[in-house]
């Protein structure tokens, strides 16, 4: 663990992340912060790495594949018109999967999330509209885990 990585520290004891989905055993998803696009999850690498080339090939295969596997959860729990994907690390350099559901009503449908996330630092308005409804935060996270459930228990 590299000790002043944020996402380290998150996934060192994931019992102890408020709004934890699932556990793999390479990695653990979160409910992401904005909830306009209702199932957001971001999935962290248990351990620290920037590069996906950093890997071994089979770590590698597995942290896709519960990157496929949550996206999929979230697909089918909330039947989003698409899927965006995103890895970048460019503010914090350790392997995380953003999966991000896009709807037909999204009013920055032709854009990555990252230009009204950044706005919404400077406006509240705008913030609480990303964050969507919290009294919803829970059951996002309960609709997401029953999926990964049974996707997981297919696969036993």
């Known amino acids: 663990m590299t000790t002043a990585c944020p996402l380290c520290e998150k996934t060192a004891d994931p019992n102890q992340l408020s709004e934890l989905v699932w556990e793999f055993p390479l990695s653990v998803a979160v409910l992401g912060e904005w909830q306009q696009y209702r199932g957001y999850c971001v999935l962290l690498l248990r351990k620290h790495g920037a590069e996906l080339s950093e890997l071994s090939e089979q770590d590698r295969r597995q942290f896709l594949d519960d990157m496929s596997l949550t996206a999929q959860a979230i697909e089918r729990a909330f039947r989003p018109r698409k899927m965006n994907y995103e890895m970048l690390g460019n503010q914090v350099p350790h392997m995380h999967w953003h999966l991000i559901p896009r709807y037909p009503d ?3 449908a032709r854009q990555p999330i990252w230009g009204p ?12 509209r990303l964050r969507g409804e919290p009294s919803l ?15 997981t228990s297919q696969r036993a």
């Open 137 to 151: 935060r829970r059951e996002t996270i309960e609709r997401v885990r029953r999926q990964l459930q049974e996707l």
């Open 106 to 108: 999204d009013p920055d």
């Open 117 to 128: 996330v950044e706005r919404a630092g400077a406006d509240a308005v705008l913030a609480d």
